[in-house]
């Protein structure tokens, strides 16, 4: 049997808090590309960056509006990856319900939880160190660099857990 996995959440499981969660994750996307446009490019190289020079050339490469742009996709980024742990949690039970669990599968159902973590820190970080003054944190970048690299190998596990499920389950 599958255990309930990460307590935070324990009652955004079922058909409901998956719709919902979806729908959040679409529109949210949506929304911050809209808000972002052209620059939303520049964000991975931003999230990936581990070298303060090249973080402050992309940084620095915008105008007025795209700073404020960048500034304002926040609001929407603090509720994304919440949103998406929800979804991927209960696309992890499904998966991970259709084949006999090891501790593997129910210990994986809290990689979507530190994927949000590594995702708010990031935002966190980026927040900091995008205060016009970038230089004074520039000690923050490789910081970033990591939780969003860990955020990347977290989904990227997800998806593979996924995918070996269902996989093993159609055979």
Known sequence: MVHIGPRILKGFVGVNAF?????????????MAQLLGDQTADLMRLQLTFDPTSFATIFHGWTEGQY?????????????PF?????????LVSSVK???PTQ??????????LAAVADYTENILHLIMTEKNLLAHAHLVPWAGA?????????????GTILACRTRSWS
Request: glycine share 2%; net charge positive; with cysteine.
């Open 19 to 31: 719709w919902m969660s979806l729908t959040a994750v679409v529109g949210l996307q949506i929304y």
């Open 68 to 80: 404020q742009a960048y500034r304002r996709h926040f609001i929407a980024d603090f509720v994304y």
């Open 83 to 91: 949103a998406y742990a929800v979804f991927l949690y209960n696309c």
């Open 98 to 100: 259709r084949i006999e």
């Open 104 to 113: 593997f599968c129910e210990t994986v159902l809290y990689v979507p939880l």
């Open 147 to 159: 939780a969003a690299c860990v955020k990347w190998l977290s989904l990227a596990t997800i998806v």
